[in-house]
């Protein structure tokens, strides 16, 4: 499967963003899917997740409240809804999807697709 993230840019503090990952190949819904996020310096961490079906999800504490993943199968395409950005979110934001594994994983090696980054910069 090939993903394609996008919707970065630069906002400020308080602002949204809507990122968003279209994919193609394989059966999408095949697919957990994933967005982590890699700051200069800093290894990638896990954001956020969602099921196969989109039913379940799963929270970094530290976006938790404040971001909302989701899916739309039809459409090939995953999305995170930012809201209440801070300047600590600023990040290069990767999509990744995980075509082999029962349940969500947070660590990145379980994931085996990846798209390229979209940059998200949070101005104070």
């Known amino acids: 499967v090939q993903l394609q993230a996008s919707g970065g840019g630069l906002v400020q503090a308080g602002d949204s963003l809507r990122l968003s990952c279209a994919a193609s190949?394989?059966?999408?819904?095949?697919?957990?899917m994933g967005w982590f996020r890699q700051a200069p310096g800093k290894e990638r961490e896990f954001v956020a997740g969602i099921s196969r079906s989109g039913g379940s999800t799963s929270y970094a504490d530290s976006v938790k409240g404040r971001f909302t993943i989701s899916r739309d199968n039809a459409k090939n395409t995953v999305y995170l809804q930012m809201d209440s950005l801070k300047p600590e979110d600023t990040a290069a934001y990767y999509c990744?999807?995980?075509?082999?594994?029962?349940?969500?994983?947070?660590?990145?090696?379980?994931?085996?697709?990846w798209g390229q980054g979209t940059l998200v910069t949070v101005s104070s």
């Open positions: 190949g394989r059966t999408y819904s095949d697919y957990l």
């Open positions: 990744a999807a995980d075509s082999t594994r029962r349940y969500l994983s947070r660590t990145y090696s379980a994931y085996n697709y």
